[in-house]
C-alpha cells in the first residue's frame, strides 16, 4: 500500500471536458490529444462515472485502452454517492465502469465529492470505506483514496477515521486559496501536514484563470511574454510542495500542447512570480462584498429557517466569479435541509439584529437572482 508518488506525472489529463462534434464526443480529436499527451512522457487520466453523462468512460476504452498497451497509461476514475441507493449498486456502479473502460482494474479510484451532508453520509452508511479497502485487496483497485468538495473540519475527520486512504483529490488554485467556500488552502495545509499525496482538481478555476480581464493577462504578459495566462495557475499549483498531480480538463490541442509546454522542463514560480500573483489577485478579488461577520444573530428567530450568513458566503464568492458554479452547488447543498433566499417573507427581524446594519433583505434578493437561476 502506498503510493509511489516519484513515478507520477505533475500533468494529469482530466476527462471531463472533451470536445464535442455534432453533440457526441469527437473520438479522432481526443485521439490525437490522447497520442501527444503520451508522448511527451505523461500517462494519467482522470475520468468518472457522471462525466459526459457516462461517455467519458467509454472514451477511455475507445482512445487509450484499444490502442495502447496497460503498462502505457493509469486511468483514475469515482464512485459516485448519488447514484448509490444500497450495497449492491457499489459493485454495480463498478463493474458497468470496468465495462465502460474495458479494464480489468483502475490504477487510482476515488469516492467522488466527499462533502458534509448527504455524499459523505451515503459512503459511511452503505460502508464503502471498507468496500474500497476489498476491491483493493481483490486488485481491481490499486489505489484508494477519495475527491473533497468538503471543510476542513469534516477533512481532518475523514482522515482520522479512514487512515486506509492513500491520497486525496482537492480543488486548489491561487485564486480560492482564501475562498471560504473552497477553502483551497486550509485543505492543502491539513493533507501537507500529514505527508498526505495530493491531487490538484481545478488549477485553472474551470478556465476562468486561463482567459482573465485584459488588463491583468497584460501584467503577466509583461513579466512573461512567452508564457500562456494559464500557465500561472498551473505553476503556482506545480510549485506547491506535495503535490503529486495536476489534472486538466483539456478539451483541445491547442490546450495540450500548452500545458505539455509548461510541464515539459518545468519551471518553479520564482519569489517575483509569487508577487505578480499576489498583485493579480488582489486587484481579481477587489469586488464589493457582503460584510457579513457571521455572528448568525439573523439567523435564530428567521421564521423560514434562512441560513442568512451561509449564503452570504456564496453571494460574496459568486459576486467575483459570476460563471464559478460551486457557489451554487454550495448553495443547493446549504438548502436542502433549509430556508431558500428566495422564501425570505421580508419580515425585517433579522434586520432589526444584525450589528452591521446591513440590507440583509435586499441582499437576500440578489442572493435569489444569482444562486437560484
Known sequence: MGLDTANMPKLGFGLMRLPEKDGVIDLEHVCDMVDAYL???FNYFDTAYVYHGGNSEKMVKEAIVKRYPREAFTVA???PAWSLRNEDDRDKVFNEQLDRTGLDYFDYYLLHSIEDGNNYDTYERLDCFNWGIKKREEGKIKHFGFSFH???ELLKKVLDLHPEIEFVQIQLNYADWNNKLVHSGELYNILKARNMPMIIMEPVKGGTLAKMDPDLEAMYKAARPDMSIASWALR???SLPGVTTILSGMSNMDQVEDNLKTFTDFEPLTPEDKTLIDKVVAIMLDTPQVPCTSCRYCTDGCPMGIKIPDIFSALNTIRKFPDDMRPKFFYNGLTADSGLASQCISCGQCESVCPQHLPIIELLQ????????
Open 39 to 41: 508522448k511527451a512522457g
Open 77 to 79: 476514475s469515482k464512485l
Open 150 to 152: 468538503g471543510t476542513p
Open 236 to 238: 503556482f499549483v506545480a
Open 366 to 373: 440578489e442572493a435569489a437572482m444569482k444562486l437560484e437561476s
